[in-house]
Structures are given as C-alpha cells and as structure tokens.
T-cell receptor, first 116, second 116 residues
Framework: NAGVTQTPKFQVLKTGQSMTLQCAQD?????MYWYRQDPGMGLRLIYY???????DKGEVPNGYNVSRLNKREFSLRLESAAPSQTSVYFC???????????????FGPGTRLTVL | AQTVTQSQPEMSVQEAETVTLSCTYD???????LFWYKQPPSRQMILVIR??????QNATENRFSVNFQKAAKSFSLKISDSQLGDTAMYFC?????????????FGKGTRLSVIA
C-alpha cells in the first residue's frame, strides 16, 4: 500500500496562475482533508470531505476549492494564486466511519508551493 | 472552538536523556481524542501516540508516553532514552469525536533537538 500520495511535490507559480494539487489514498478511507502549514502556525485545515460526495470548509478556505472526485481522490484547486498561498500543503485521510472507537489521520508527504 | 497550545517553541535534550513536551487545550466537549505527531526534516507527518479522553490510563508506545490530565486539560509527551532520530517538530493535536468525523486542530509545534 502506498498510503496517501500527493502530486506534485514542489511547484512554483506566478501570481494569478491556477493549479490543482492532487491527493489519492489506497486505504479505503472515507474521510479526506487538506491542511496548510506555515512557519510558526502549525497545520490549519482548509477543507475536508467526511465522505464521498460531501465537502466542508475548514479554518482557512478562502482562495481554494476542492473536489472529492471519488472515494480515493480529493483535489485542491487554487483558481488565482496569491503570494499569501505560499505554504506546504498536506493531504490526510482517515477511516471516518461513524461509531469507530479510533480514527487516526494518515498524512501524505506534502507539496511545497511557492507563489511569486 | 477548540484551541491547542504548545508553550515551548524549541527544546533540546542530550542523547539518552528524558524530555517532556507540554501541551494544553481548551474545549467544552467531553468526548475527544488527543494526538502527538512527529515531523522530521523529511516533512512527513508521523503519528507518535494517541489518547482517548474517556480512558484514564495514559497511553504508551515504546519510549513515548503521555501524561493526560483531563481536568487540567493537559497532555504532555515524555520521550525516554532520547535518540538522534527523535530530532523533529512535534505537534499536539485535538479531535472532537462525534457520530461522524471531525478534523484535527493542531498546536503550533515544538522543535526538539537531540544532541549527541
């Protein structure tokens, strides 16, 4: 099992350009998440998908859109990139079934995005 | 809203010694999980240990253990016999447990350096 994979690993954009960060998991998890990590800020939630077909905003959703393409894949789109979106982006997944006594999130390797 | 505070931005410890990282949180919920994640220079987020709030017994994973004080809303991580490979950022995280699934709320992290 590859776990959670993210593409690309690195990306440089110019202000105003758009791009999509891809995330896929092969653990048959129901829930998926996008976080961003900025220096001194820890990880902050952008969007999450509790189950296929649903998405919800997190703490910092402005400037982003998401698509839960199927159970495996959850993409994050920047329509018009801004320098404030320079960050490291992490995708995570968890089993997410109601009633489970444990629900650990497993993280991908991250994407380092620089917006000039 | 839940908040997680890690009051030690940086710490260092001699190899083979013991170190304790502090974490406090604020919530009005009674049913939740607490986690410690490790982020080495590779940037990968790695689960270290998990504690379920309804369990009074402190969680232990090999050299890693927690001191969970529910009334004080404190969740410290103790690393025994520190190794050079323990050098990393450590994040404390909170997750509210309900019938569905909720994202993690992270602290800002503690940078731990293990010195030979």
């Amino acid at each position: 099992n590859a776990g959670v994979t993210q593409t690309p690993k690195f990306q440089v954009l110019k202000t105003g350009q758009s791009m999509t960060l891809q995330c896929a998991q092969d653990m048959n998890h129901n829930s998926m998440y996008w976080y961003r990590q900025d220096p001194g800020m820890g990880l902050r939630l952008i969007y999450y998908s509790a189950s296929e077909g649903t998405t919800d905003k997190g703490e910092v959703p402005n400037g982003y859109n998401v698509s839960r393409l199927n159970k495996r894949e959850f993409s994050l789109r920047l329509e018009s990139a801004a320098p404030s979106q320079t960050s490291v982006y992490f995708c995570a997944s968890s089993v997410g079934l109601a009633g489970l006594s444990t629900d650990t999130q497993y993280f991908g390797p991250g994407t380092r995005l620089t917006v000039l | 809203a839940q908040t997680v505070t890690q009051s030690q931005p940086e710490m260092s410890v001699q190899e083979a010694e013991t170190v304790t990282l502090s974490c406090t949180y604020d919530t009005s919920e009674s049913n939740y999980y607490l986690f410690w994640y490790k982020q080495p220079p590779s940037r990968q987020m790695i689960l270290v240990i998990r504690q379920e709030a309804y369990k009074q017994q402190n969680a232990t994973e090999n050299r890693f253990s927690v001191n969970f004080q529910k009334a004080a809303k404190s969740f410290s991580l103790k690393i025994s016999d520190s190794q050079l490979g323990d050098t990393a950022m450590y994040f404390c995280a909170f997750m509210y447990r309900n019938s569905g699934n909720t994202p993690l709320v992270f602290g800002k992290g503690t940078r731990l350096s293990v010195i030979a």
